[in-house]
């Protein structure tokens, strides 16, 4: 037969667990890159000021081209050699700034670049040289900016430079000042502002300033980044694997130790991590607690099994002892005494199996059952009533008292409640002799009951010969049985006062047996001394906590 578990997973030096917190922060981290790197707003508060500061320019430029190169009322005009003159004296201390020019035709009157011989330079390529791990890492990020600059999502279309050079001179030709973006001959991006020459009311020209340099501001800006980036990595690499130690690691260990339980290995090879004050820590113990648990029941199963088969053993030996000896006896007494004797073994085989099912029922119903709300005072009455409604002339009765300001209602399984005071008067009624009586009492418990709850007390009193003193803790075990004087041998099967036990233990209670004498008045020395066994059932109100 082949087996239906679970393949062994081979483990793994890095878990998937490990890779997910990884992942995690680090997404997180790339979102963050991903704003400062592409989506900031750096660039467009950068274009805001060139455009201020380019307008400044502009507009000191077209000032004093409006006092020195224009004249004529009350048409004035624009002395094209004065301008230039004007124009070739200028110092710009915005050497990346480039000035022009304008006629009211739009045609170029002056240009910046060529007045003062200025020179459009391509560099060279560097001769390549080693480069050192920063370095590396700078280009691969440079690299990766780019990539994601040209990505559709982030990429500027050419459509959104809607203006040229001309279109914008034709605006300020009309008395405004024009300022935005647009894309030079190369393709490159230019920031541009062109404000009109007027003198009074009349446009003469337009000087437009424009520069190209707002792309390199904010490569050397995220370069500066670099750094930061590089640290904000390193961090979130330790981070993951700080939490890897702390977190994936003890519960593939916690992973490994149940795999290796279920395999059959010794509950004692938890990981020692229950001593840790966090969630982990609280995992581990509920898990340590649950293996032993297990394990318990695991032993009360084993240990289970060899009482139930020795008790099953003695009545199946006498029936077979019995039906060997059967044909061989011929005296019809002696036959109808071995009848007898099957009979009875047969009727004791019958109640060990019925109440050996019953107990092996309990924990598992007892572990599916809710607490649920048990009018405790109304269950008592209605067991006492049931014996009197069947108690005969000769039956022993069964007397109830409550005493005062005891709560009526308790947590548990109403069921299994009934059956543990069923038993236990009906054991008392077994041992009591002929004209005593059960007396059943419900009282409060001790001050802080199971738990540190309020608990009540059920007692339950017989007036037999008691319990022999060695014998108190015995009464619970499993098939222990005590006979009353009289009563026929297999008529108790031993359970009922463990199954009493194993339902008291599984409501957070407990149950225990003692001996009860009355002591001899002074005046009536006399009179016998009663004694008998008091049973005590100790339940918590409410087991739900």
């Known amino acids: 037969m082949t087996s239906s578990a679970p393949s062994r997973r081979r483990?793994?030096?890095?878990?998937?667990?490990?890779?997910?917190?990884?992942?995690?922060?680090?997404?997180?981290?790339?979102?963050?890159?991903?704003?400062?790197?592409?989506?900031?707003?750096?660039?467009?508060?950068?274009?805001?000021?060139?455009?201020?500061?380019?307008?400044?320019?502009?507009?000191?430029?077209?000032?004093?081209?409006?006092?020195?190169?224009?004249y004529g009322e009350p048409a004035p005009t624009l002395d094209v050699p004065r301008a230039r003159s004007v124009m070739s004296g200028l110092y710009l201390s915005d050497e990346a700034a480039r000035v022009r020019l304008f006629d009211t035709k739009g045609a170029l009157i002056a240009d910046?670049?060529?007045?003062?011989?200025?020179?459009?330079?391509?560099?060279?390529?560097?001769?390549?040289?080693?480069?050192?791990?920063?370095?590396?890492?700078e280009t691969q990020i440079a690299?990766?900016?780019?990539?994601?600059?040209?990505?559709?999502?982030?990429?500027?279309?050419?459509?959104?430079?809607?203006?040229?050079?001309?279109?914008?001179?034709?605006?300020?030709?009309?008395?405004?000042?024009?300022?935005?973006?647009?894309?030079?001959?190369?393709?490159?991006?230019?920031?541009?502002?062109?404000?009109?020459?007027?003198?009074?009311?009349?446009?003469?020209?337009?000087?437009?300033?424009?520069?190209?340099?707002?792309?390199?501001?904010?490569?050397?800006?995220?370069?500066?980044?670099?750094?930061?980036?590089?640290?904000?990595?390193?961090?979130?690499?330790?981070?993951?694997?700080?939490?890897?130690?702390?977190?994936?690691?003890?519960?593939?260990?916690?992973?490994?130790?149940?795999?290796h339980i279920r395999r059959g290995g010794p509950h004692r090879t938890m990981p020692g991590l229950s001593r840790r004050r966090d969630e982990i820590g609280d995992l581990s113990q509920a898990f340590e607690a649950m293996t032993a648990t297990l394990y318990d029941r695991l032993g009360a199963i084993e240990s289970f099994a060899a009482d139930v088969a020795h008790e099953i053993k003695?009545?199946?030996?006498?029936?077979?002892?019995?039906?060997?000896t059967l044909p061989a006896v011929q005296n019809p007494a002696q036959r109808e005494k071995l009848l007898k004797i099957l009979q009875n073994d047969v009727q004791r085989l019958?109640?060990?199996?019925?109440?050996?099912?019953?107990?092996?029922?309990?924990?598992?119903?007892?572990a599916r059952t809710r607490a649920e709300p048990v009018n405790l005072l109304l269950m008592l009455k209605s067991i006492v009533d049931s014996y009197e409604q069947k108690g005969t002339g000769t039956s022993v009765p069964v007397k109830l008292d409550i005493a005062a300001n005891v709560p009526e209602i308790i947590y548990g399984a109403e069921g299994a409640l009934a059956r543990?005071?069923?038993?236990?008067?009906?054991?008392?009624?077994?041992?009591?002799?002929?004209?005593?009586?059960?007396h059943v009492w419900l009282k409060l418990g001790s001050a802080s009951g199971t738990d540190g709850l309020g608990a009540i007390r059920v007692i339950v009193e017989d007036e037999g010969p008691g319990i022999p003193p060695g014998s108190l803790e015995n009464?619970?075990?499993?098939?222990?049985?005590?006979?009353?004087?009289?009563?026929?041998?297999?008529?108790?099967?031993?359970?009922?006062?463990?199954?009493?036990?194993?339902?008291?233990?599984?409501?957070k209670g407990r149950i225990w047996a003692e001996n009860k004498a009355e002591e001899k008045k002074e005046d009536a020395a006399e009179q016998p001394v009663k004694t008998g066994a008091r049973f005590i059932v100790e339940l918590p109100v409410d087991m739900r906590t």
């Not at 992942?23 to 890159?33: M, S, T």
């Not at 019958?350 to 007892?366: K, P, V, Y």
């Open 420 to 438: 543990v005071f069923q038993n236990l008067i009906d054991n008392a009624r077994t041992f009591s002799p002929k004209g005593a009586a059960v």
């Open 350 to 366: 019958n109640r060990l199996i019925t109440d050996i099912s019953a107990s092996s029922r309990f924990d598992a119903d007892l």
């Open 112 to 137: 910046s670049a060529i007045l003062l011989d200025k020179v459009r330079v391509e560099p060279l390529q560097p001769v390549p040289q080693p480069q050192g791990v920063r370095e590396r890492i």
């Open 475 to 507: 009464i619970f075990e499993r098939f222990y049985t005590d006979r009353p004087v009289g009563e026929h041998f297999g008529s108790h099967s031993g359970l009922g006062l463990a199954i009493a036990r194993q339902i008291c233990t599984a409501h």
């Open 143 to 259: 690299q990766a900016i780019d990539m994601v600059r040209n990505a559709p999502p982030f990429k500027r279309k050419i459509s959104e430079y809607t203006r040229t050079t001309q279109e914008e001179v034709s605006l300020a030709l009309l008395g405004e000042v024009v300022a935005g973006e647009r894309l030079g001959r190369n393709g490159e991006q230019l920031v541009s502002v062109s404000v009109p020459v007027q003198r009074v009311v009349a446009v003469l020209g337009v000087v437009t300033v424009e520069s190209g340099d707002v792309d390199d501001i904010i490569a050397a800006e995220r370069r500066a980044l670099v750094p930061f980036i590089l640290v904000a990595v390193l961090v979130t690499v330790l981070s993951s694997a700080l939490l890897t130690v702390l977190i994936a690691r003890p519960i593939r260990k916690l992973a490994r130790a149940a795999e």
């Open 314 to 324: 003695n009545p199946l030996t006498s029936i077979q002892s019995a039906i060997e």
């Open 11 to 70: 483990p793994r030096v890095w878990s998937r667990l490990s890779a997910q917190i990884l992942l995690a922060n680090l997404a997180g981290l790339l979102v963050l890159l991903a704003g400062v790197l592409v989506l900031d707003q750096m660039r467009e508060g950068l274009i805001e000021a060139r455009i201020a500061n380019l307008r400044s320019q502009a507009e000191l430029i077209a000032g004093v081209l409006e006092e020195a190169a224009t």
